[in-house]
């Protein structure tokens, strides 16, 4: 790998693919003072993704831009090669699909210098079958973001048998410097951690569905009622350390560990069924009761934000 500028130093940050996620990092990007090229070949991206950015801003100010942090500092191209160009730093959030993003990653390694790190959004894929077109493999990260990169500021960083050690150091910084939250994995692991945590309990959600076990609106509220009020404080395992008494972990695992094996060995994957699809989206629709996708978004920043600042206050940090 060619030498990369500091993490510091880095100004200019480039963003391919501007949907949810890529439209996301742009508006961290742009709330952290970087200036940001993005590219997408969608018709319509540069719209949509100046709606988003628009929508995002209020709680970017809210929370507070980085001195010089501005809008104005986007610049949509209309070729990759544009957007890459001068960039320190990619990020790629195109479609899940390998084939796509194993030409794309292939594309935009070859049109930037060996120096530049380059992050893909992946929720699943490994860097290791990612990497496999390009011709300088070991600058490839994955910085594996959560809905919405512009507040929540967990990034999981890992690389693939090709990625150089540096690359993954680089971008683990890079990402704190540029105010995220980073787990860094030295190896990769299918679904990373949050995702392969958050798939078991899809999983189940959608079996409980297929079944009529549950509606939508039952589980997410058994979740937002229940342990989620839990886990902005203490993760799945503190929490269940707790559920132990005095005796913490140890007594929670020999009093419940024998009655878990059986929910643990019975769970499969569910079939997604064209009925499946139907009644999730009919129950997402129902729990959502009228309420727009952007009346969603607009909720959930409020409250994620909300969320933050009591984390921060409880944790010493200040609001
Ligand atoms: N939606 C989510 O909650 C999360 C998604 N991700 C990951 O982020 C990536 C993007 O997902 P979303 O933003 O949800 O999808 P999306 O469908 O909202 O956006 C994808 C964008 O990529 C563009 N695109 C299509 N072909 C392209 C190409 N060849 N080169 C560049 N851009 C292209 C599309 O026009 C679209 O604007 C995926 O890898 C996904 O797994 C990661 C974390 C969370
Ligand atoms: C739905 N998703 C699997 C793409 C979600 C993620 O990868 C992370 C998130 O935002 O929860």
New binding site residues.
Partial sequence: MGAPVEPESVRHVAC????????GWVAHFLARGYRVTA????PD?EQ?LRRLVDAAWPALTELGLAPGASRDALTVTST?DEAVAGAEFVQ?????DLE??Q??LARIDAATPAGVVVS?????YGMTEMQQRCATPERLVVG????PPYLIPLVEVVGGERTAPEAVRWASRFFEVAGKSVITMDREVPGFIANRLQEALWREALHMVAEGEATVEQIDASITEGPGLRWPFLGPCLTFHLAGGEGGMAHMLDHFGPSLKSPWTRLEAPELTAELRDRMVEGCEETADGRSIADLVADRDRAVIAVLRAVREVRGGGA
């Fill in positions: 391919v693919g501007a949907g949810v996620i890529g439209g590219w997408d070949p969608a991206a949509k990759l790629e959030s195109a479609p899940e796509l993003k030409d794309l893909s959004s992946t929720s699943g594996h973001p959560f809905n």
